[in-house]
């Protein structure tokens, strides 16, 4: 059973002499205070909004986006947008929340956002939910490069799915979930992607249903968060996925041709190289038909079918099926899309692993930078380019500059993510490769490594 606030504080007469005044009636005193300093309900609005955040640290551009304007403008008073930062000072020298405009964050206490909860009926906390998920979603950017602002905005939206899990579920689930598990995922960290989306999944079921379409983009995102910990899981998951996907949306729908896909690769490591490219072909024809050539999926699939080509060894054809995914992503998306970056460096690898008379290092310096402009200098992406930058560098003849440029990446990797993280065992025995290279080379002139 949910207790209130209420439940948990001592009674009126529980209370020291002197201080006969429960805490809820004392915040009421100061948010009533607070509303007749600024525009008539702007202060109770705001706290409204805060109420189902992580109190620690609520982002300032949250109170001012469109949603949350929107909400305020709905129940309050206001005039224009800077009052909502006004009535907020207003709330700090009331002691309610803290406002602190350097670090354009607010914070409040766990007790004032419990007491402000428990005067929420269903409705009013669905909707506060909705414009609290879209708010969130809308200063969060597909691509954010600051890797501090991405954690505190992952933390304020797990803490809203727990205090209004409902919510966000029924009558649709929110698209907020999908972005924090995408985001978990991108920083590395799948365990808690997958104990999320593994919960998610469960509520779903058992309130829109197992068959629900949001039940089943969670499946799908379920599964992608398996692949780094556990692939066959990943592949039987997506299997699953896609006979119920014929099933219930039918063969030609866009969410079944991609999860065709998904499976598709995954078959193709143990299928006969005939079949495979059989299979990415007869798929391709299907979406192009069905989607359209410039389809998002029709380029994901064709996408996925020149990382066939290379992983088979014909470089050519990965080549030239790669150029005309990126000149298409070019022109739809933009040089700087992600999805664009990502099928770059994905030409860039074929290139240099074919032996194509292709300066790589050079190329690969170029989308580092690119890479670090749109992501930042500490996203999982850019780390991942560097990484291939060092081995360009190392294949390029340069053995000390890989090495260095290794070493530097391993540190950079310890930081970001911490010592016992996957990858950075994996730049370890990077590093060990080349500096092997170096000592070979030494020997070569005779001379002794530098370490």
């Known amino acids: 059973m949910r207790l209130r606030l209420a439940d948990v504080v001592p009674p009126e007469d529980g209370l020291p002499d002197n201080h006969r005044t429960t805490l809820a009636a004392t915040w009421v005193l100061s948010i009533e205070a607070a509303d007749k300093a600024g525009p008539p309900g702007l202060a109770h609005s705001i706290l409204d909004l805060a109420c189902l955040l992580q109190p620690e640290a609520i982002p300032l551009a949250f109170f001012t986006s469109t949603p949350a304007i929107d909400y305020i403008t709905l129940h309050s008073e206001l005039r224009q947008e800077s009052d909502i930062l006004d009535v907020l000072h207003t709330l700090d020298r009331l002691n309610l929340v803290t406002c602190n405009q350097r670090t354009a964050l607010v914070q409040t206490h766990v007790l004032i956002q419990r007491a402000i909860r428990d005067d929420l009926d269903v409705d009013s906390l669905d ?27 992952r933390a304020n939206a797990l ?3 727990e205090t209004a899990r409902t919510s966000l579920i029924e009558p649709r689930t929110h698209p907020l979930h999908f972005r924090t598990t995408d985001s978990l995922v991108e920083a590395g960290n799948h365990d808690a992607a997958t104990a999320i989306l593994r919960q998610l999944l469960a509520e779903q079921t058992r309130i829109v249903g197992a068959d629900h379409a949001d039940s089943l983009t969670t499946r799908r995102h379920l599964a992608d968060a398996l692949e780094e910990n556990d692939p066959r899981e990943a592949a039987a998951a997506y299997g699953r996925l896609l006979d119920d996907c014929v099933r219930i949306m039918g063969p030609g729908h866009p969410y079944t041709l991609v999860t065709r896909c998904e499976v598709v690769k995954r078959n193709a490591d143990h299928d006969y190289p005939q079949h495979a490219l059989a299979r990415f072909e007869e798929l391709l024809g299907d979406c192009r038909r069905i989607l359209g050539p410039d389809d998002p999926v029709t380029l994901g699939v064709h996408a996925a079918l020149a990382n066939w080509h290379g992983d088979a060894g014909h470089f050519d054809m990965a080549n030239e099926v790669y150029r005309e995914v990126l000149a298409a992503e070019t022109r739809l998306f933009g040089p700087d899309h992600p999805t664009t970056l990502r099928t770059r460096n994905n030409l860039l690898c074929i290139q240099q692993d074919s032996g194509m008379p292709l300066d790589g290092s050079v190329s690969f310096r170029e989308l580092v930078e690119e890479y670090t402009r749109v992501f930042g200098p500490d996203h999982p992406r850019t780390l991942a380019t ?24 391993l540190d950079d990797y310890a930081r970001v993510f911490g010592a016992d993280h996957f990858e950075v065992v994996v730049m370890r025995l990077a590093l060990s490769y080349w500096h092997a290279h170096v000592d070979a080379a030494c020997r070569t002139k005779g001379s002794s490594p530098e370490r």
């Open 127 to 153: 909707v506060l939910a909705r414009t609290a998920a879209d708010a969130l979603l809308e200063i969060w950017p597909e691509v954010e490069p600051d890797r501090l602002r991405e954690q505190m905005l």
């Open 159 to 161: 803490v809203l799915f």
């Open 386 to 409: 560097r990484a291939n930058l060092a081995f360009a560098i190392g294949e390029a003849g340069d053995v000390e500059g890989a090495a260095d440029a290794c070493q530097t990446l």
